[in-house]
């Protein structure tokens, strides 16, 4: 058994402890920072951009472009919105993986059947699971080939003005 000395200094311990309200108000406002930081997720207001949704097709020498990326890009601020084409060649275009629609304005759109966009197509597997040897004897995945010229991508020549009476913009392609 302990001393009543040894007990008496543990009581003044505890008090200074758990009875001081310094320590229970640090205690309360830590608790509170805390859960205000971790009850509200971050979210975008989209209603002020006065998105427009743009559809379409597009064609690759007369014949749909299947799994194209497009996008519409801002010349001045490069923000854009993005789709991928579907078997018939139709897209729709998305401002982020939350909200369909592109701001109304010029834009340079670029067609790709390389590029990837994380949301859209990042996970794909390699298609048909194609590989070739190294050199070295290891087998490693082969790249995917450009269909589309520079001129549509890259460097494209392509345009579009979005407005709310401008939303269907269809693309005919040569490979030539």
């Known amino acids: 058994m302990k001393p009543i000395s040894e007990l008496k200094q543990m009581s003044n311990i505890d008090t200074f402890f758990f ?3 310094r320590i229970r108000a640090t205690f309360a406002v830590a608790l509170l920072l805390l859960v205000a ?5 971050p979210s975008a207001d989209y209603s002020k951009l ?17 799994g194209a990326v497009i996008t519409f890009e801002d010349p001045e601020t490069s923000q854009f919105s993005y789709g991928q084409s579907d078997a018939s060649g139709n897209y729709y275009l998305r401002l982020d993986t939350n909200q369909d629609g592109v701001v109304p304005g010029k834009k ?7 590029r ?5 197509n990042d996970s794909e597997e390699e298609e ?9 004897g290891a087998e490693v995945p082969t790249k995917a080939m450009e ?7 890259k460097k494209s020549e392509l345009e579009a003005d979005v407005s709310a ?10 490979s030539k």
Not at 116 to 120: A, D, F, T
Not at 166 to 174: G, K, M, Q, R, V
């Open 50 to 66: 006065d998105l427009v949704n743009v559809t379409g097709t597009i064609n690759l020498d007369g014949t749909p472009l299947v």
């Open 108 to 114: 340079v759109v670029r067609i790709s059947t390389t």
């Open 37 to 41: 930081g971790c009850s509200t997720a």
């Open 147 to 153: 269909l589309v010229p520079e001129k549509y991508n």
């Open 116 to 120: 990837k966009i994380l949301g859209l």
């Open 165 to 174: 009476s401008a939303t269907e913009f269809n693309f005919d392609l040569s």
């Open 128 to 136: 048909d699971g194609e590989v070739e040897a190294d050199g070295k």
């Open 19 to 21: 009875d001081d309200g």
